[in-house]
């Protein structure tokens, strides 16, 4: 690519004397650099400089740094102010801007991401409406589905996808956008049509330090205007705060508050939901599959976006009626008169969601099989053992992608939060821990397994292992379920 398309809108300034007029490929991984390639160093540590020396013996053609630094060989080197925001416009610049022309819509939050990301191009998808589709762990182009590794995707990649997405003829593309992503400006250079806060509740806290830092990261992404209008839960009180803050155009919704759309009475049970809501001055009654008055809002946010998109409110009510959960999102599955739910909650809030709900629609025991992950916030783990005796009548402690940690020193954290250890069971191995939720449950009893979702895989020292939650309980009750 010629340079100057690639460096088209961002200011920079030459270290060296040498040039370079055109650009084969742009990575930050050094050991990916091929001849002629750009070399973007995001780190000018003792370790950076060490990449740099190997993308120029690799072919690096062009280095990009944010700091002053001696290069013993001719290659160019520019410097940006800030190498991430301009990591992110170059990447799109380098994949001809297709975000341009295309309308973006950004979910932001931290439980609801990916069931209100699903839910807008499940609702525009059956209205024939073609969409694309970024969430946790894939994205979709149409109906074809395809695997990722993060929520948010490093800047190469998500232009990569949304340049394929452009030329596939995709009009519409909505993604979920992590506090991550935000803070390391991953999304820079991305106009959203739409901007959707969904809640703040504790996680991350082992990067950002508190819920201060996350809040101010992910309320950023509204006040410095990376949304043309925001659609924002004012229930949540980061919401509120968020929107008592906000200049530009916004539509706030609720469910127990007065907000711009707002929902009247509402119905619960293991099969779905039932609500009317007063969307734009139009009363109107909704039917889901999606369980829990947390849907509830998730709905909300995702029928103020596709109406503001265009899609008629007659059009909205017969699709909501035909999508089905999100997988590994409170998925209820049923057997011998016991319900199974499997539900990716991994943070005290999304468990406290998920329990308080079934315990509404339970007539016998809640017994719960969960853990938490591995070199991520270890102070939500008493919080999440806290919130599961509370809500909880039998408690099953387990594995959940421990990665470098030991998975019993996770459970013994998770275990502090729990004062009665009489309801409490630590099993390891999580397939034995969910063979003991169905020895120990009887009629009408809920089993939540919690934390994974929909995950294939269990992740320990660096290796993934095939595990399904889904899977393990068809093979434990011999059964198959859609």
Known sequence: MNLKDLMDGIEFEWLTEARVSDIKNITHKAEYIGENDCYICLHTDERGIDNMQKAIQNGA????????????????????????????????????????????????GTNGKSTTAYLIWSLLTKNNVMCGLIGTGFYMIGKQRFELNMTTPDPMELHFILNVMENAGVGIVVMEVSSHAIYLKKVCGIRYNIGIFTNLSQDHLDFFGSMDNIEKVKHSFFLDGFAQISIINVDDASGMRLADKLLLPSITYAVDKMADISVGKYELSHEGSRFNVNLFRETTYFESELVGKYNIYNILASLVACK????????????????????????????????????????????????????KLTYGK???????????????????????????????????????????????????????????YMIEDRRQAVKKAIELAECYDTIILAGKGSEEYFEKNGKKYPYNDKKTLEELLDTKWK
């Open 61 to 108: 053609s062009l280095l990009i740094v944010d700091k002053y630094v001696k290069v013993p060989y001719n290659v160019p080197v520019i410097k940006l102010e800030n190498i991430r925001e301009g990591y992110a416009l170059l990447a799109k610049n380098y994949y001809h801007k297709s975000c341009d022309r295309m309308k973006m819509i950004a979910v932001v």
């Open 308 to 359: 503001l998109i265009g899609i008629r409110i007659n059009h909205l009510i017969t699709a909501l009626r035909e999508i089905p959960p999100l997988s590994g999102r409170a998925n209820v599955y049923k057997f011998n008169n016991i319900n199974y739910v499997i539900d990716y909650a991994h943070t005290p809030d999304g468990l406290q969601n998920i329990l308080v709900e079934f315990k």
């Open 366 to 424: 809640i017994i719960l099989v969960f853990g938490a992950g591995g070199d991520r916030d270890k102070d939500k783990r008493h919080k999440m053992g806290e919130v599961a005796e509370n809500l909880a009548d039998i408690v099953i402690v387990t594995s959940d992608n421990p990665r470098s940690e030991e998975p019993i020193s996770i459970m013994e954290d998770i275990s502090l939060g729990i004062i009665d250890k009489s309801k409490l």
